[in-house]
């Protein structure tokens, strides 16, 4: 019989104080094997980068603790613990799982209603384009009826036009904020999930037996190259197909803009690309299956970004057509592609 099976038999052994003592003395037994197994791992890792990282993972005061012991983390746990216990799935599909479910259910209708709302904010834009022209055409004629200088005509303009586009937004109920709400949503939800996970590796915050007996489930119930979920991956292939899926989201996010991008957007092009660059290490140090957390949702963000692009996909969850939409978003892409190829390459040859 394997581990895993033997830890969720007794996982769910009733009280009586010999079979507690039972539990206590297998969870010890296997938590106590596991712990020198590591041990000689830590002796011979001479990375300190990664030590770094691993110490900072495990501190447990300030903001750490502060989140480790908050209630969505531990909403999160218990419910990536239930999902194991009721699919009887092993844990590293159980993390893939939980993650797809998460998504699907938070982020995807989040991602929807923010391309609703900026499809409505082009709206409103164009219309208010038109009547800032009939605007300047009212301030015109009133400079001339009451003697009005620059300042005072660019003040009436302005407060005429920002009642114009608050009136708009009321009418479409569209207010530019509403957009963010899938940040506001999907980075704490990030942050707490990844924390539960950590909660689940380092037996966090209750050092209980049902903890230990989660710590030796994941320590058993790997996947391929990676045995032990609770280690870091061993071959940096989770860290470097994360590294590499955050900059393929990036450069979608660059190649299906119908314009050249501005100055500003080339900056902050640049910055999320170096942050999925800095991302890799930081991935190769904490444990397997926050790295396969991380993965995963990355793979599924990818695959939101190109089925979102596809106009069909668009009217059929309402979202509004606008004139920056493109047709044919995917040959656009492509051929996107294409250029980029051919001037590395002309850059090779020069």
């Excluded at 409505?120 to 834009?125: G, P, R, S, T």
């Excluded at 208010?128 to 009826?145: M, P």
């Excluded at 539960?196 to 209750?206: E, G």
């Amino acid at each position: 019989m394997s581990y895993s099976v033997i830890f969720r038999n007794v996982r769910h052994v009733s009280s009586y104080s010999t079979k507690n003592f039972y539990l206590c003395n297998v969870s010890s037994a296997l938590f106590k094997t596991h712990s020198f197994n590591e041990r000689k791992l830590e002796c011979k890792r001479n990375f300190s980068f990664q030590s770094s990282i691993e110490s900072i993972i495990k501190t447990q005061t300030g903001i750490f603790r502060t989140i480790s012991e908050s209630t969505p983390v531990e909403y999160l746990q218990n419910f990536v613990v239930d999902v194991h216990d009721i699919t009887g799935l092993p844990w590293w599909a159980t993390v893939m799982c939980t993650t797809v479910l998460l998504r699907s259910s938070v982020t995807v209708p989040l991602a929807i209603y923010q391309n609703y709302i900026l499809g409505k904010v082009h709206h409103i834009q164009s219309e208010l384009s038109e009547l800032a022209k009939e605007l300047r055409n009212e301030v015109a004629i009133a400079v001339k009826l009451y003697n009005w200088d620059e300042k005072t005509a660019q003040y009436h303009f302005k407060r005429s036009l920002k009642k114009q586009w608050n009136s708009l937004v009321i009418r479409e109920n569209c207010h530019p904020v509403k957009a963010s709400l899938l940040i506001w949503f999907q980075i704490p939800m990030w942050i707490c999930f990844s924390v539960a996970l950590r909660n689940l590796v380092y037996i966090l915050p209750k050092t209980d037996v049902n903890a230990q007996i989660i710590f030796n489930e994941l320590s058993v119930e790997g996947f391929g190259w990676i045995v032990d979920l609770t280690q870091a991956d061993p071959f940096f292939i989770l860290p470097v197909a994360m590294g590499l899926i955050n900059l393929a989201i990036v450069e979608l996010q660059f190649l299906s803009k119908p314009n050249e991008p501005t100055k500003l957007q080339r900056y902050v092009l640049n910055f999320f690309r170096g942050f999925s660059i800095f991302m890799i290490p930081v991935t190769a140090c904490v444990p397997s299956c926050v790295a396969l957390y991380w993965t995963t949702s990355s793979m599924y963000g990818l695959a939101q970004n190109l089925i979102l692009l596809s106009p069909k996909v668009k009217r059929f969850c309402h979202i509004p057509q606008t004139s920056s939409e493109l047709e044919k978003p995917y040959t656009h892409i492509f051929n996107g592609i294409k250029r980029r190829v051919n001037s590395i390459s002309n850059l090779r040859i020069l």
